[in-house]
């Protein structure tokens, strides 16, 4: 009887003992779950945000590649660019594009893309190379080129892809040569900024619309070159793109976020900032 | 007994509060382990559904580019022409599945193009060497057969003319049942009066009027004015080294059809210009060197057949027959002409091997007709099944393919080529 008093003291006192380690257990997980779920919910954080930019530089990168691909079958295509129209038939056939088409294009847009394939978010350059044979070799022939030559800069400059498509070069009834049209297409914010104007500037043109504001993020200084109608971005090495309506610009002295308040009068497009 | 009772129920409540701090314990580290993996779970899915989905809207929008590029490869190439024939590369592959063979024959001007090579230095540029594959099968097409008979008008082949006026058209008739064959046949000027040997009656002379004119048999006397030099310093009669040589030049009534099989043959059994040699009767020209009128006539035959693709099967009639002669109304034996037999075998066989035709010796005259019955089935081209060039895909890759229908314009049918890119 004693002993067995004895052993449920012993039972209580450990349980007691026990009791006393639980309590201090649950005073280290408790804050230690806390600091793990913050741990966690700012990995979430960071995972959407992370996974949030990615989205957008895949998304610039597909309109990019779109872009690309778009520019050069509208090119090789359409019979308002290069495609070659046959006289007999009146018919347009595909990927095969006009030798008299290409001299002029290379003559008439040396330095701006032209209206039929212009992109308003990317500024590119085409260069067409034909191929021949040549002592049983095969050789670059001729080489024509056209499209923008001046593209963002720096911090201005965002992303560029270079694509290739094959096409067939027309002189003659007789003469037709295999070439590749390769198009160096550039994202940056003077293009941006230029393909907003211009599109306003159609707008205004056609009188959808009689005055308008965008917000633009430029890294450098902008200002309009009247003598050329350029609109120029002022970065280490300036560069300038065509524009197709000429422009009262006020000059954006520091890069920023701007709003671009945007009317036309007299003929020109009157832009403040 | 008082402190046991108590002691129990205080170790029954003491049990009871262990087990509920212990669930309590278990389900604070459950909720943070459920909380951690909805969380893994929801940067798992913004992973999956959120940058995959770029991700594969731009795979996907680069391989339309890729799929527009093979396209447009396509395009570059079958439109672009060939430089010597002016023909486009559609046009040519066209041509090639008629004729059933890589290289196409387009005469002496612009001479022999070979097609699988023309499309594989634009491919390779294109594509690159070791990424593409084009195959296009070859219709089964039995190209026409033009024949230019070339026909010794003296008097030793009055019963072999007599055979083929007999027979001929019915031959004629019965290929044309398989495919298109038409047949000119160009008598040498001079016209021997015909007799028959022992009772020495007259049986015409040799002339057109002998051959039914079809609308696929023809017959027309090789004149000088159609054929300048015939008969050069020997008889015009016997000249069919220069009578072949303007019926390579010529072609046959209805002119050279674009890539048809031409065959020309002479019947004979004399050297061009007749085995008298002018008279003097020496068979010279047996000797190369010598450059004889005859072996010039020869020459002429096979230079204008090897450039006009004439394959020519000459027939040498026996040499060594009596013949009836209505003008001295005898039979005479042709011992001159049985004389030159070597050097009219060397001859025809020289004609025969340079243009890659094939010569018979007729035994009798009724084996004329059954000897160019031999010579047109002889003629039947090897096709090929298809036109390949390029590299057999291997396997494992990504294949994007190109379906063209290629016009055999000279048959009126299709037939389809099949391109592969692969990178």
């Known amino acids: ?28 997980i408790k804050p230690l779950s806390l600091v793990m779920t913050i741990v966690l919910l700012l990995i979430l954080y960071n995972s959407i945000q992370n996974f949030g930019n990615r989205e957008r530089q895949a998304q610039q990168g597909l309109d990019l590649t779109a872009d690309a691909t778009n520019i050069l079958l509208v090119l090789a295509n359409s019979e308002d660019c290069l495609a070659y129209r046959s006289a007999v038939t009146q018919g347009l056939y595909a990927n095969i594009v006009d030798v008299t088409k290409l001299n002029s294009f290379a003559a008439k847009y040396s330095d701006s893309e032209p209206e039929c394939a212009r992109s308003l978010d990317f500024g590119w350059r085409v260069t067409v190379i034909e191929f021949k044979r040549s002592a049983g070799t095969t050789i670059e022939g001729s080489k024509w080129s056209f499209g923008a030559n001046e593209f963002s800069r720096d911090s201005a400059f965002r992303n560029s892809l ?20 390769q198009v160096h297409l550039v994202d940056g914010e003077l293009e941006k900024i230029s393909g907003m104007l211009d599109w306003y500037c159609e707008m205004f043109k056609s009188n959808r619309f009689t005055k308008g504001s965008a917000q633009i993020m430029t890294s450098y200084p902008l200002s309009f070159n009247t003598t050329d109608g350029e609109l120029c971005s002022m970065s280490k090495e300036k560069s300038c793109r065509k524009m197709w309506c000429p422009i009262d610009f006020e000059e954006i002295k520091s890069g920023g976020t701007y709003i671009l308040k945007m009317n036309y009068a007299d003929g020109a497009m009157v832009v403040k900032s | 007994m008082e402190v046991m009772k108590v002691l129990r129920e205080k170790l029954c409540g003491e049990k009871v509060e262990r087990t509920g701090r212990k669930k309590a314990v278990v389900f604070e580290t459950m909720s943070f382990l459920v ?40 395009d570059s190439v079958f439109y672009s022409t060939e430089e010597r024939s002016g023909k486009t590369m559609l046009e040519l592959i066209g041509i090639s599945a008629y004729v059933g063979n890589d290289t196409v024959d387009f005469g002496p001007v612009v001479g022999k193009i070979n097609v699988q090579k023309e499309l ?90 002998r051959f039914a004119e079809k609308e696929y048999l023809h017959c027309v006397g090789l004149t000088p004015s159609y054929c300048p030099g015939l008969g050069g310093g020997g008889q015009r009669e016997e000249d069919w080294g220069n009578g ?12 050279w059809a674009d890539f048809s099989i031409r065959i020309g043959i002479p ?76 050097l009219v075998t060397q001859y025809m ?65 299709y037939t389809t080529a099949y391109i592969y890119e692969w990178s």
């Open chain 2, 267 to 342: 019947l004979s059994d004399e050297v061009p210009q007749g085995s008298e040699c002018g008279g003097a009767n020496y068979c010279c020209a047996s000797d190369a060197n010598a450059y004889g009128a005859q072996y010039i006539a020869l020459q002429n035959g096979i230079n204008a057949s090897v450039k006009n693709n004439l394959i020519v099967f000459p027939l040498m009639g026996d040499p060594c027959m009596t013949v009836c002669d209505l003008q001295s109304n005898s039979d005479v034996f042709m011992q001159t002409q049985c004389d030159c037999k070597n």
């Open chain 1, 162 to 181: 270079d694509f290739s498509i094959p096409v067939a070069i027309r002189y003659s009834d007789k003469l037709t040569r295999a070439g590749m049209m």
């Open chain 2, 120 to 209: 594989e230095w634009r491919f390779d540029k294109i594509y690159g060497k070791g990424k593409w594959y084009l195959r296009a099968p070859n219709p089964d097409i039995k190209p026409d057969i033009q024949v230019v008979f070339v026909i010794d008008t003296s008097t030793s082949m009055c019963t072999k003319v007599d055979e083929m006026a007999k027979n001929l058209p019915f031959l004629i008739e019965d290929l044309r049942k398989i495919r298109k064959v038409t047949a000119t046949i160009y008598l040498l000027l001079g016209g021997a009066n015909c007799c028959t040997v022992g009772t020495h009656e007259d049986q015409g002379p040799i002339a057109c009027s």
């Open chain 2, 35 to 74: 909380l951690a993996i909805a969380i893994i779970g929801v940067i798992i899915m913004l992973r999956v559904y959120l940058v995959g989905g770029a991700g594969r809207s731009f795979g996907l929008i680069v391989e339309r580019h890729v799929e527009e590029g093979v396209r447009a490869g396509v």
């Open chain 2, 349 to 413: 066989n020289e004609i025969a091997s340079a243009t890659g035709g094939k010569m018979f010796n007729l035994k009798d005259p009724k084996d004329v007709v059954d000897a160019i019955g031999k010579v047109i089935s002889s003629v039947t081209p090897t096709r090929k099944p298809q036109l390949e060039a390029g590299t057999q895909p291997p396997t494992g890759v990504d294949l994007r393919s190109v379906t063209v229908p290629v016009p055999v314009s000279l048959s009126g049918v």
């Open chain 2, 244 to 255: 072949i040589a303007c019926a390579a030049k010529g072609g046959p009534k209805e002119g």
């Open chain 1, 1 to 28: 009887m004693k002993s067995s008093v004895k052993n449920s003291i012993k039972n209580f006192r450990n349980i007691r003992k026990m009791k006393g380690q639980k309590g201090q257990l649950s005073y280290i």
